[in-house]
């Protein structure tokens, strides 16, 4: 068996193990039933998708010629991971405006190529819209700006 797509089998790897990981540490969340979903449906319908799609590109790597694996994008990998750790850590400090702005922000700093005012334009649209939908369309007890500031 000669793999045709190197990048192919490297992502195909990376999501099978992505969706065992998953599929493993939500195996004890509860499924419930029809009518009441448990917190462990979705995880699971995630980990299979991963788990899926992750096959299909093995398939593919086997199958189809693809582009060979070349060096890592560090940067990239480096600002999203960052990005994510400050949402986690600001959410609930800074509140939801701020930790959406700093992870956009560490985000557009992953690249290069980052238009900054087409940037400012797309972070005011999701500021608003993270606020809609989560604090005011879901009603989830997120404050939107700091702690003590005067508009909560």
């Known amino acids: 068996m000669r793999i045709k797509g190197s990048q192919d089998l490297a992502t195909a790897i990376l999501f099978v193990a992505v969706g065992l990981s998953a599929f493993f540490i939500g195996a004890d969340y509860p499924m419930g039933t029809p009518q009441r979903l448990g917190t462990g449906v979705l995880p699971r319908i995630l980990a ?33 991971t960052l990005a994510v750790a400050a949402f986690a850590l600001l959410v609930d400090r800074a509140g939801l ?34 606020a809609g939908v989560f604090v005011w369309g879901l009603g989830m007890p997120i404050s939107i700006l700091p702690k003590g500031f005067a508009w909560n």
């Open 97 to 130: 405006m701020v930790a959406m702005l700093v992870s956009m922000t560490l985000v557009a700093l992953g690249t290069p190529e980052t238009r900054w005012r087409e940037f400012a334009a797309f972070s005011v649209l999701m500021l608003f819209v993270g």
């Open 48 to 80: 299979w998708c991963l788990m899926g799609t992750g096959i299909l590109l093995l398939i593919k790597a086997i199958l189809a010629e693809g582009a060979s694996l070349t060096g890592w994008a560090w940067r990239p990998m480096v600002m999203v």
